[in-house]
């Protein structure tokens, strides 16, 4: 079967285009130093590249985590919390005795994902501590990562077992 002159143009065309596309891929892939390797990729291969790193990221958390910090100090204390991830920071809240502060978040493909506090009230000063770490609070808080802050220390829900866990005192920092 023999092809019109139109449609090998386009063929020939398309074939540039590829690699165009090849050349600069490996352009940038050695720091801009142009390299010349003869490589076959198609561009829909390096589109397909592309879209599965992309899509990696919620693999492992298809469902939110909630996480929240409840302030148990008694008599009217409030307390200040900062809470951060590497890529989400959730400002300073001031949380009323007896209240709390939440958020949502999805867990990372990689098993890494990391949100930590500092908290103070007037008898404790910037206490830091890791609310939720991939690794230690995957099966313990599965959708649900709840910490109450009292005046003996901090103690998080178990929500395997049903019971609040005495974790970390005041004398000690995580």
């Keep these: 079967m023999s092809l019109s002159g139109s449609e090998e143009e ?13 050349k600069a891929l490996l352009s940038k892939m050695n720091g801009g130093v142009s390299v010349s390797v003869s490589v076959s990729v198609s561009v829909s291969m390096v589109v397909m590249i592309l879209m599965v790193f992309r899509l990696c990221e919620p693999v492992v958390g298809t469902e939110e985590v ?5 302030n148990r100090l ?9 809470c951060q991830s590497k890529d989400n920071d959730l400002g300073e809240q001031v949380v009323a005795d007896g209240g709390e502060f939440g958020w949502d978040f ?3 493909a990689w098993g890494t994902t990391l949100f930590y506090c500092d908290t103070e009230w007037e008898q404790v000063q910037n206490y830091h501590f ?7 609070d995957f099966v313990r808080c599965q959708s649900q990562c709840s910490w109450l802050i009292s005046q003996e220390g901090i103690y998080a829900l178990n929500n395997v077992t049903g019971f609040w866990e005495f974790f970390y005192t005041w004398s000690e920092s995580d």
């Design 106 to 108: 999805s867990v990372n």
């Design 10 to 22: 386009k063929r020939r065309e398309e074939k540039r285009r590829e690699e165009k596309l090849e």
């Design 130 to 136: 890791d609310a939720y770490s991939f690794e230690r």
């Design 66 to 70: 909630h996480a929240s910090v409840k």
């Design 74 to 82: 008694g008599s009217g204390r409030n307390m200040k919390v900062h």
